[in-house]
């Protein structure tokens, strides 16, 4: 066959691999989450023997799940998969709704009841995201308090029958990080489940010793072999992404979270929810 003969059939094969790889990153993968085991203690802080901790964050649920991928039905089936491996604590770092505001129908009021659905013997926590305080804060708040989801805004809270402290930082993308704030409550020495929504309050938090987890950067959403996550919003560096980040000696867990932002797409990032162990 000659040169020209074969100009065709490459343009074929180009074509399908790019209508697989859309198919896969817009259709495929941002709805195939997984469930991630992690450990719980570290050589620095040897955590209660059967402990367990579940992580959720950036459900970014909707009406346009087309677009915005959660919709009610999806999320209340993650929510029963978490129920089904019965956490002792769980804990959701963050922007629970998708959108800004005026351009998502679903109420604050709907998300809550939703997520209100989890169940945990000593506490289901969390902070409040970016999204969140665009929708409105002060009323997301109010409604995951009405659902019985404690909500902590640069504040800790003792967990029951354990002398670990759940530890809430505001989120700094939006100005509401105060970690010195979040941790004045807690005894010298205790040790911690510190969770915060934008993963650079971490650079400037007190050390702690326990468990530290972050969400907000959806791993970047799409990840590149060799390189890494495309893009990361806010201040923290593009390393600190998605996964277990190690800085001055102490380590922290950015998850991928469950949503998505901005476009539909993940490609080598699946969305997860994650059980600490």
Do not use: C
């Amino acid at each position: 066959m000659s040169e020209g003969g074969k100009r065709p059939w490459g343009r074929v094969v180009a074509a399908f691999v790019l209508a697989a790889l859309a198919a896969w990153g817009f259709v495929i993968e941002p709805r195939w989450v997984a469930a991630r085991v992690e450990p719980l203690g570290s050589a620095q802080w040897p955590a209660p023997a059967g402990l367990k901790v579940a992580v959720a964050g950036d459900w970014h649920l909707s009406t346009r799940s087309a677009w915005r991928i959660t919709s009610v039905e999806r999320a209340a089936r993650i929510v029963d998969e978490i129920n089904a491996a019965q956490p002792d604590v769980v804990l959701l770092p963050g922007d629970f709704l998708a959108g800004s505001g005026d351009d998502e129908e679903l109420s604050i009021e709907e998300m809550a009841a939703v997520l209100g659905r989890l169940k945990a013997p000593q506490g289901v926590y969390a902070v409040l995201g970016n999204h969140d305080w665009w929708h409105d804060g002060t009323r997301t708040a109010k409604a995951m308090t009405a659902q019985g989801i404690r909500v902590l805004e640069n504040a800790s809270v003792r967990l029951p029958g354990h002398d670990i402290w759940v530890v809430g930082i505001g989120d700094h993308s939006t100005g509401h990080s105060e970690p010195m704030r979040a941790l004045a409550g807690v005894p010298p020495g205790a040790a911690t489940l510190v969770m915060m929504h934008d993963p650079f309050s971490f650079a400037t938090m007190p050390r702690t010793q326990g468990l530290v987890v972050a969400s907000h950067t959806h791993g970047g959403q799409v990840r590149i072999p060799g390189y890494g996550a495309l893009i990361v919003p806010g201040a923290a560096p593009r390393e600190w992404a998605y996964g277990w980040i190690a800085h001055k000696d102490r380590r922290m867990y950015v998850t991928s979270g469950l949503g998505v932002s901005i476009l539909p797409v993940r490609f080598n990032m699946r969305p997860e929810w994650v059980m600490f162990q």
